[in-house]
Each structure stands twice: as structure tokens, then as C-alpha cells.
């Protein structure tokens, strides 16, 4: 069950809950979680969650590969490291694993809804100015798919689409 709440004080219960009854994890869960450590385990929780669901939102969109495992593997995304036997028994790891199956499991509501892309605050990838920046949770900027990423074809200029919205 869904719940839209997505308050800090209510994922911090699920991760406590689901790190102190873990489940055996598959190879999704697995790959989740390995990028959830390596690209926000020093972030709060809200953005740690926030980085699991857009790689599900990624799942869930035409353009990605269909699977967790598959959207972190393609080149340049994401932090492509193995976890070493030692960070297994952290409890970074544990909170990576559980926010991965809160993920997966949709037990709350999207912390940025519909983000497809995140970066670090100090970074700027060219990108991020054809993006709707929807968020900013610790140290990483969310972007919703922009405009004229919908619309491959549409001019890029952006006093095109000044026109175009005034209309």
C-alpha cells in the first residue's frame, strides 16, 4: 500500500522496520541498493529514497531498459563499483537495502515525483538546462524529463516556447 506521506519521520520508520527484518535480496534489489550506497548513502534518507525511485522511474519509462540492474549499468549513470564484503555488514549497506525494497515496494510516495534525472549540487551537466528541476534533497539536484526531450523534434529555443506557452 501506497502511502503519500512521505515525511522523514515515516521513512525512517520503514528503513528501521525493514532493516531489522531484512528479506533475502534478488538481483534487482541487489543492483538498487549497490547504487543507492555508492551514489547517496552520506545523503538523509529522502534522498537516498529519492535516487532508488529514479532508477524505478527509469524502469517504468520507454527509453530505460526495463530493469534496475540494466538501468545502472548503462555507461556513464551511475557509480559503478562492487561493495566490498566489509560494507555488507554496515549499516549504510542495511539502510541502502531497505530503502531499495521501500523503493521497489512503492510503501511511500515519490519524494520527487516523476525525477528521470539527479545530480550533484556542485556539478552542472549540460543537460540540466533542457530538464524541469523539480527538487533538491541534500546534496543532489532531481529534473523531470523536459520539453523538448517529449518533443525531440521541437525547436530548442527557448523563445519558441515562450511563444508557444503564451498562447
Known sequence: M???LVTPAAIERLVLIRAAHPRPA???????????????????????????????NRTKTPSYPRTACAVVSQPGQFAQA????SVTASAS????????????DRQV???APGALY???VYAR????????????????IFYQQGITEMW???????SFWSRVIRR
Open 2 to 4: 501506497v502511502s503519500n
Open 26 to 56: 534478488g538481483p534487482q534489489t541487489e543492483c538498487l541498493a549497490r547504487t543507492v550506497y555508492h551514489e547517496a548513502s552520506n545523503q538523509i534518507l529522502q534522498g537516498q529514497l529519492a535516487v532508488a525511485q529514479v532508477i524505478i
Open 82 to 85: 562492487p561493495v566490498a564484503a
Open 93 to 104: 549497506w542495511r539502510t541502502a537495502l531497505a530503502i531499495s525494497v521501500i523503493a521497489q
Open 109 to 111: 510516495g515519490q519524494v
Open 118 to 120: 539527479f545530480h550533484a
Open 125 to 140: 551537466p549540460s543537460w540540466s538546462r533542457t530538464h524541469e528541476r523539480i527538487a533538491q534533497i541534500g546534496d543532489h
Open 152 to 158: 525531440p523534434a521541437a525547436p530548442k529555443s527557448s
